[in-house]
């Protein structure tokens, strides 16, 4: 099995709303990420796990918290989110956490619109 | 931080050789370089990886000149199905060391019967 799975793939939340991002793989990989692309550009890296360690990119705003419950399993947490937000956010994993050189495995993503 | 840079866009037709060049000209002792394909509305799919001169797979081809400051992707014969857009990736683990993993701003190769 190589595949990434993300839940929803679509999802529309107000400002106020509180909602998660799910993300599943079964490669036995000790790394993921969250990305974020808005349309028309490349994917942006917001935060890696790799071995149950998180590594941030410091410009993500505090309103995106991630989660990893084991190594198969990623959350990334939406809080107060703003219009700007809006994008498709990617999921992806692969084996060893040295991203710059592990082939990446991506999800489908979801779709993520803030009103 | 290795800063790449990539043409915008390519047209191509059914049958011919593509190649995408990406520019990296302070890219790091340790740097890998990845290229990946996007289709609208999935996740990026790898392609090929190389460090140094020239790698080869099923799908496309890697050449990495000595001085590493650019590379070339190249897509023997495409097909309409190749069209999509194409992500120069330069960087190394993220961990201990500081890395960063950068996309280049993509390549959006059109292919035409």
């Known amino acids: 099995d190589t595949e990434v799975t993300q839940t929803p793939k679509h999802l529309v939340m107000g400002m106020t709303n509180k909602k998660s991002l799910k993300c599943e793989q079964h490669m036995g990989h000790r790394a993921m990420y969250w990305y974020k692309q808005k349309a028309k550009k490349p994917p942006e890296l917001m935060f890696v796990?790799?071995?149950?360690?998180?590594?941030i990119n410091e410009s993500v705003p505090s309103r995106f918290s991630p989660e990893c419950p084991n190594s198969s399993l990623l959350n990334l947490h939406l809080h107060a989110l703003q219009p700007e937000d809006s994008a498709l956010y990617l999921c992806a994993s692969s084996q060893a956490g040295l991203a710059g050189v592990d082939e990446q495995y991506f999800g489908p993503g979801t779709r993520l619109t803030v009103t | 931080l290795a800063k790449t840079t990539q043409p915008i866009s390519m047209d191509s037709y059914e049958g011919q050789e593509v190649n995408i060049t990406c520019s990296h000209n302070n890219i790091a002792t340790n740097d890998y370089i990845t290229w990946y394909q996007q289709f609208p509305s999935q996740g990026p799919r790898f392609i090929i990886q190389g460090y140094k001169t020239k790698v080869t797979n099923e799908v496309a081809s890697l050449f990495i000149p000595a001085d590493r400051k650019s590379s070339t992707l190249s897509l023997p014969r495409v097909s309409l199905s190749d069209t999509a857009v194409y992500y120069c990736l330069v960087g190394k683990e993220i961990y201990n060391q500081g890395g960063k993993l950068i996309f280049g701003q993509g390549t959006e190769l059109s292919v035409k019967p």
């Open positions: 796990y790799s071995y149950e360690k998180l590594s």
